[in-house]
């Protein structure tokens, strides 16, 4: 699965050159702790103008249908192998894919004895990345709030992450992201044939402080390596 995640070099030249995106996103503030219900970042592509676009969604997918919004904790993630079946992400799959933007992300790896490790995983050169995802929109029944959500796609792990835990977030390459944000393929099975492992000789894993335990930390101690 994935729980947490960094975005912690949001530069604005970085994120468009990575995202192929038609004009520069804002300044943002680095975040070492995104936890789920959080505001995260996402690129979708804009059928009418054929552009990329930065939007901001709300971490933990709502679908249309839901009566009310307590589903989004349990849809946080999205398994790859079942996209396609699921009544919950069978639409999202087809119509609306996203990237969900990211550098880094954490996963908690067992021990013989005494609490799990929190590791940091970042690609080897620590360059942003996206996660494969799914967005949502849905109206707040009594309020009428429009509100849009996303989960993450999660799949089997490859060799580093292995030992660490049984899934990993699909992070998909950049020559792939055409492909992916394309609102015009509906072709599943030629999406579902994107989301493999990323290469585990291009990612590197470290320990990290306990404190990444707590969502409501978040500062640039977090990722520092701990023995």
């Known amino acids: 699965m994935c729980g947490r995640f960094t975005l912690t070099i949001p530069d604005p030249e970085t994120l468009a050159q990575a995202f192929m995106l038609p004009g520069m996103p804002p300044d943002l503030p680095p975040r070492f702790n995104i936890a789920p219900t959080q505001p995260v970042l996402a690129v979708v592509r804009d059928g009418d103008s054929g552009d990329n676009e930065l939007k901001v969604m709300r971490w933990g997918l709502i679908p249309?249908?839901?009566k009310d919004a307590t589903i989004a904790s349990r849809l946080i993630n999205a398994r790859s192998e079942t996209l396609a079946e699921k009544p919950t992400f069978r639409t999202a799959f087809a119509r609306r894919r996203c990237l969900i933007v990211a550098d880094g992300?954490?996963?908690w790896q067992k021990q013989a004895s005494g609490p799990k490790v929190p590791?940091?995983?970042t690609l080897a050169d620590h360059d942003v990345f996206g996660f494969a995802g799914l967005w949502e929109h849905w109206t707040e029944p009594d309020s009428g709030e429009a509100i849009t959500t996303c989960t993450i796609i999660t799949?089997?792990?490859n060799e580093l992450i292995a030992p660490i835990h049984n899934r990993m977030p699909v992070i998909l390459p950049r020559e792939a992201h055409d492909t992916w944000l394309d609102p015009d393929n509906n072709d599943t099975s030629a999406l579902q044939s994107l989301l493999r492992p990323y290469p585990a000789d291009a990612m590197t894993a470290y320990p990290v402080s306990r404190?990444?335990?707590t969502a409501t930390h978040?500062?640039?101690?977090l990722i520092e390596r701990v023995e």
């Open 64 to 66: 249309s249908w839901s």
């Open 155 to 157: 799949g089997p792990p």
């Open 105 to 107: 992300f954490y996963e």
């Open 119 to 121: 590791m940091y995983i």
């Open 211 to 213: 404190r990444v335990n």
């Open 218 to 221: 978040d500062s640039p101690d």
